[in-house]
């Protein structure tokens, strides 16, 4: 069985339980033959290496390195979910300069050791702030870097699908769009629930305005609840999401769910967040979000979280203000 590409994938916090789910979902995938797993924890990424071994992907060359510049080197596309995880009782936002700071070196070691990178993921918290951060530093184009925002939108499509008691593909276009975290917005007007509109379902006897109320507070938590059932945060559906979108840019099938991605429009400037994207071959786009006025309040005010959040770290001093955003990348 054939390699999407020869190119070199790069895993980065590949020690780490979504790194590992990582690295066997991309050779799962058959993205490449070529995948190289770094992270500076030297026992924990060679414990990785054995396992991936003892799978039998006898076709593959995994190659590992605590060393950031001989993992890095060549590197043409790269996930990286090397920040500090969310422990219970955390927000995503309680992350933030640390995994901030962990960014900023990120995108700085990129423009070193990889400025030839074709796309870069990023799914370590708060990541439409951290996505951000790399971007800047990176000297990347904003088509080359994307977020996972995507587990919002299927975690929707998920509580539909068990409320009415359908096949998860039975429900259609559940979308999610603005930060990641708690205060995203979660829109009914695009869903479809075994064909009809969810706003035809919303305030009726099969989906009262109180369930549908607890049901966008069980989407929003969605992420807690994993670490309340399983103890950690979550692990196997960020890497696969994240995987997904890598593929879609290495030339496999184009990514179904909106991703995370820099925009700067009037109204929205200067941001990493979740928008109805298009990732592919070409990296990412995004066009317009369409919605009730009371869906696109919901995003105007996620968007403004975010913006508290992005001046944070601009005051900690880990960011330059935006009007300085060009000096450091003049993609931007």
């Known amino acids: 069985m054939s390699f999407l590409t020869n190119d070199k994938l790069t895993i980065v916090g590949a020690a780490g339980m979504i790194g590992s789910n990582m690295a066997q979902t991309a050779a799962m995938m058959r993205l490449t033959p070529n995948i190289c797993l770094y992270d500076p924890f030297a026992k924990g990424l060679e414990g990785v290496v054995e396992e991936m071994r003892h799978c039998g992907f006898d076709d593959i060359n995994f190659t590992y390195s605590t060393d950031v510049k001989e993992a890095f080197a060549g590197s043409k596309y790269m996930i990286s979910s090397g920040g500090a995880p969310r422990k219970e009782g955390m927000t995503r936002e309680d992350l933030l300069k640390g995994n901030a700071e962990i960014a900023a070196q990120l995108g700085k070691d990129i423009k070193s050791y990889c400025p030839e990178l074709e796309h870069l993921t ?49 429900v259609t276009n559940a979308r999610t769009y603005g930060g990641h975290g708690e205060q995203m917005a979660v829109f009914a007007s695009t869903a479809k629930v075994d064909g009809k509109p969810l706003t035809d379902l919303i305030g009726t006897d099969s989906l009262t305005n109180e369930q549908w109320a607890d049901l966008k507070v069980r989407v929003t938590k969605g992420g807690a609840n994993i670490i309340k059932l399983r103890g950690r945060s979550s692990f196997q559906s960020p890497a696969y999401t994240s995987v997904e979108m890598i593929r879609a840019t290495m030339g496999g099938d184009a990514f179904r769910w909106p991703s995370g991605c820099y925009v700067n429009e009037q109204g929205f400037e200067h941001i990493m967040m979740a928008m109805e994207t298009t ?9 317009e979000i369409k919605g009730t006025d009371a869906e696109i309040a919901e995003l105007k005010q996620s968007y403004s979280h975010l913006v508290k959040l992005r001046d944070e770290v601009i005051s900690m001093g880990i960011i330059p203000a935006t009007d300085k955003w060009s000096s450091v990348n003049p993609n931007l």
Do not use: M
């Not at 071959?281 to 995004?286: D, E, F, L, Q, R």
């Open 122 to 170: 990023i799914i370590f918290n708060p990541a439409d702030i951290t996505g951000l951060v790399a971007l800047i530093y990176s000297g990347l184009k904003p088509s080359q870097v994307t977020t996972l925002a995507a587990l919002d939108s299927t975690r929707l499509q998920s509580e539909l699908a068990k409320h009415f008691g359908v096949a998860q593909n039975k």
């Open 279 to 287: 990732l592919d071959k070409n990296g990412v786009s995004y066009g």
